[in-house]
């Protein structure tokens, strides 16, 4: 029966706990959890039973619970939905073949939490500044485009265009710098999203420690008071995904 | 995502939740190619690339302008070429009945390519 992992963390003294909070949540989630340890890891596993389900939304949403109550207490590497190995053996090899790197990232996530921070521009301010004609007043537009004819109108509007990115892309960049020299108090671990739509200002990740939630509340709430013409949206606290990174032997 | 990991928001949240939805991995980046539909789904890869092209050169063509260099003769040349290449794109997305969103692929971690 295949082996489906949730979680590693470390087989620390911290962590004696763990086998107690497993039980609870097995008894709550109807699924039996195992505990699989090597020297130096623990991996918190089930076994697959039954028929293969299809993937829908509702498993992969009881996965990630199952995750952050765990992560709630213990620090971890957060298993993505679908890891799966043949066997218990084939567990505990991976544990012991990657064990050095589990170990490194552990460290980095110990005692610490991720949070999603988020800038939009609101959708007022998006319709304001699309308009072709709302170019900066202060950028001068080159001499050269300037006649009647019609490549060069086209010309003009294309470089109007270009200027409104440019102004986009470096505003965006400015808070983007302003905002990791102002986190730095709180954390260096933060992780910018590039895949974003044109909404986003800034869509970041963040891991801090535990004890600095409050601080992160207060920083994100003076953020909203310098920029009130954006939204500005903090989730958390997640399992540290975006900061546990391994590559697999 | 559940209510209680919504630890600050501002503004609407209609366009929030809007914004969201827009970030959620769905079918419009990627090269649907299928037996019956293949000569869309490479027509849609091929104009997706040309227009990565066309983009590009845009964007040189304005580096060009804000380096103040070009004449009047070459501004109106390259407003030209310029005009022309976004008529034929337009052209050849309405024959192949694709729209600008069509026109993009989803990199993943790297953001959509256009």
Redesign the interface.
């Known amino acids: 029966m295949p082996i489906i992992i949730y979680a590693i963390l470390e087989a620390s003294p911290a962590n004696e706990s763990i086998s107690h909070i497993i039980q609870t949540l097995s008894v709550k989630s109807g699924i039996q959890f195992e505990l699989l340890t090597t020297n130096e890891l623990i991996a918190i596993v089930s076994t697959k039973t039954g028929e293969t389900s299809a993937i829908c939304q509702e498993e992969v949403l009881r996965y990630a619970a199952i995750i952050d109550a765990i992560a709630k207490q213990y620090s971890i590497l957060p298993m993505r939905y679908g890891s799966v190995a043949a066997s218990h053996a084939d567990v505990k090899a991976l544990l012991e073949k990657n064990s050095d790197s589990f170990i490194k990232v552990l460290k980095k996530v110990q005692n610490k939490e991720e ?1 999603s921070l988020r800038l ?1 521009f ?2 007022q301010h998006q319709v304001d500044h699309l308009n072709d004609e709302d170019i900066a007043p202060t950028q001068s537009l ?1 001499e ?2 300037q006649g009647d ?4 109108k ?2 003009l509007n ?2 109007r265009k ?1 200027i409104l990115e440019e102004n986009r892309a470096k505003y965006i960049e400015h808070i983007q710098s302003m905002l990791v020299r102002d986190l730095q108090k709180i954390t260096e671990l933060v992780e910018f ?5 044109h ?2 200002i800034v869509d970041a990740v963040l891991l801090i420690d535990r004890s600095a939630k409050s601080e992160l ?1 207060a920083f ?2 003076h953020l ?1 008071s310098i920029y009130p013409e ?9 399992a540290p995904y975006n900061f546990a990174q391994i590559k697999l032997e | ?1 559940d209510e209680d ?8 949240a209609n ?2 939740v809007e ?1 969201l939805e ?2 959620k991995p769905g079918t419009q980046g990627r090269i649907n190619a299928t037996p019956e539909n293949v000569e869309s789904g490479l027509a849609k890869l091929v104009l997706t690339l040309i227009e990565l092209i066309r983009k590009l050169i ?2 040189q ?2 580096r060009r ?2 380096g ?1 260099s ?1 004449t ?1 003769d070459q ?6 070429t ?2 022309k290449l976004e008529n034929k794109m337009d052209e050849l997305k309405k024959i192949f009945n694709f729209t600008d969103k069509d026109l993009n692929l ?1 990199l ?5 390519l256009l």
């Open positions: 949070y939009l609101s959708h080159p050269i485009l004819t019609e490549n060069k086209y010309l294309k470089y270009h999203n590039k895949k974003i739509t909404a986003f509340l994100v709430a909203q954006h939204n500005v949206i903090l989730t958390g606290p997640w | 995502m990991k919504i630890l600050f928001y501002a503004g609407s366009e929030i914004e827009k970030m845009e964007k063509a304005m302008i804000d103040g070009l009047d501004i109106e040349n390259l407003g030209e310029l005009m989803n993943g971690p790297l953001g959509d």
